[in-house]
């Protein structure tokens, strides 16, 4: 099974940006948290990271291309503001599950809204990094089962 962490835009500032709301760890603690709960189950994660959201574009249809059996996706502001990523979400056979690490629903107005969360198959949000690993573990389990 071979599962895409994608990262959006400022998440490379994770464990410096705002820990008050975003917390100390890192995204390479993200990804090495991620990489044992694989393991464990002899999961491939192609873990990434991109500002640019023409990029997270290219990965999502990358994932469709390479059979990739599910993609996690922290699309961090571009959850508010980017009808691309929806409709590349939209547009392949592949499941996502968006993650926030913060409760967006507690925050701004701007941020109640997500334009992906209707492609995607779920949302986690305000669990701190603690979210990927429930992502992750959700297309363990459908892996699993359907073996």
């Not at 709301?21 to 990804?31: A, C, K, N």
Request: charged share 20%; proline share 3%.
């Amino acid at each position: 099974m071979k599962i895409m962490i994608l990262n959006g835009p400022n998440l490379n500032r994770l464990g410096k940006r705002e820990p008050e709301i975003y917390g100390h760890e890192t995204l390479q603690d993200v990804e090495h948290k991620l990489l044992q709960l694989a393991n464990k189950h002899e999961v491939t994660i192609d873990f990434r990271q991109s500002n640019h959201e023409g990029e997270l574009v290219d990965w999502l249809h990358e994932a469709a291309d390479n059979a990739y059996e599910g993609v996690v996706i922290n699309p961090a502001a571009y959850t508010h503001t980017s009808v691309a990523l929806h409709d590349a979400i939209a547009g392949i056979d592949v499941p996502v599950i968006e993650v926030h690490i913060s409760n967006v629903h507690k925050r701004e107005a701007f941020r109640h809204h997500s334009y992906l969360a209707p492609a995607c198959i779920g949302q986690i949000v305000g669990l701190g990094t603690y979210g990927y690993q429930l992502a992750l573990q959700t297309f363990i389990q459908k892996g699993e089962s359907s073996r």
